[in-house]
């Protein structure tokens, strides 16, 4: 057993178990001892699931705000792959996932949602289910179990995923003075080529950057992408140039805006043309892209109509205590107002 204090966690019975899988991580002291003195730095360990050992799977904690200690529900990357005997291994089908502790979001849905919502209207996101957790016989609770955005992700979305995929730091965005802020996640491009050939043709106000085979953007999945990211309030994302990636796939040599850490939308409203990207400046100045933003505002709402904040909440809430219950029926009661109002936006022509 981990020591030290741990914090109230969901208390789950029979029936979660029958709908949501559990995954139980076994770790050395060795293990453990690593993880506390370095927290990302990648520890290897046992996953026991529905009746499968998976032996020596990889584990390291991850998160800012969210970084916890082992003992108090932390956020994790798994990787069932690093091993080198089990280079080729895949756990439901990945070789690489997240698990989310959601802990800055009290709802425990808006990230899940905002993943709905986006393959709804076509957009590359990784895929979730929720998933219990325990580590050395301790319940962590309920998680998010993610795709890790990998070039399996990217193979998957974009016919490649050879090509260079970039993080975007806090405040990091598409200037020539910033190129080098960017995380290269994978991909080769060392000396930031790629990214400093899109920064060079963004700083161009005569250059095209959508529209057309030569442009390095499709026109319908940029407004798509910033009209998603206006409409879930996901103020944490490009809007202030913070949680998204950029990708250059060598299949169609196009670019793609790729939305990431959803877990504090649905709550802040923001303006339908308040971005401060430079991507969003660029398009909401350019008519044709201003145009297209629209429609893509209006084919968004179309498909947050179809969501179920309610249902989602209420089978939550059957795995937990009567207090927690109460939690989540005010949270699912301020989504459902943040919906409605979104509505009433696009019914007011979105401006």
Partial sequence: MLGGACRSVPTLDKQASDTTPLLEFELSATARKSLRRKPKGWVFGSLWYRGKHLPNVALRLKGQRSL?????????????????????????????????????????????????????????????????????????????????????????????????????????????????????????????????????????????????????????????????????????????????????????????????????????????????GVLAKRCFSDSQCRDSYRKAWRRIAKSASELDPEGIIDRLSQTMSDSQRKVLKAQGESLRTFLDGQLSVVQEDGE
Avoid at 119 to 127: D, F, I, S
Avoid at 226 to 244: E, S, V
């Fill in 68 to 276: 916890r200690s082992l003992s108090d529900k932390p956020s994790l990357k798994l990787r069932v792959d690093k091993a080198e005997q089990h280079h080729k291994r895949r756990f439901l089908g990945r070789g690489r996932w997240t698990l989310e502790n959601m802990v800055e979001d009290p709802s425990m849905v808006r990230a899940y949602l905002a993943q709905q919502l986006a393959t709804k209207v076509g957009l590359a996101v990784p895929t979730s289910r929720y998933v219990r957790v325990k580590i050395d016989g301790q319940s962590q609770g309920l998680y998010l179990l993610a795709e890790a955005t990998d070039t399996e992700f990217l193979a998957q979305h974009f016919g490649t995923g050879t090509g260079p995929l970039y993080e975007g730091e806090y405040g990091c965005d598409l200037h020539l003075y910033e190129t080098n802020c960017f995380d290269l996640e994978s991909g080769k491009d060392p000396e930031r080529v790629h990214l400093h050939k899109l920064a060079k043709r963004a700083a161009d106000p005569d250059a095209r950057l959508w529209g057309g085979s030569a442009a390095p953007f499709e026109l319908d999945h940029i407004a798509t992408v910033l009209a998603f990211g206006t409409y879930i309030g996901d103020f944490d994302g490009y809007h202030h140039a913070h949680n998204y990636r950029l990708y250059f796939s060598p299949a169609d040599r196009k670019w793609r805006l790729l939305p990431s850490g959803m877990d504090r939308v649905f709550s802040k409203v923001l303006a339908p043309f308040s971005g401060e």
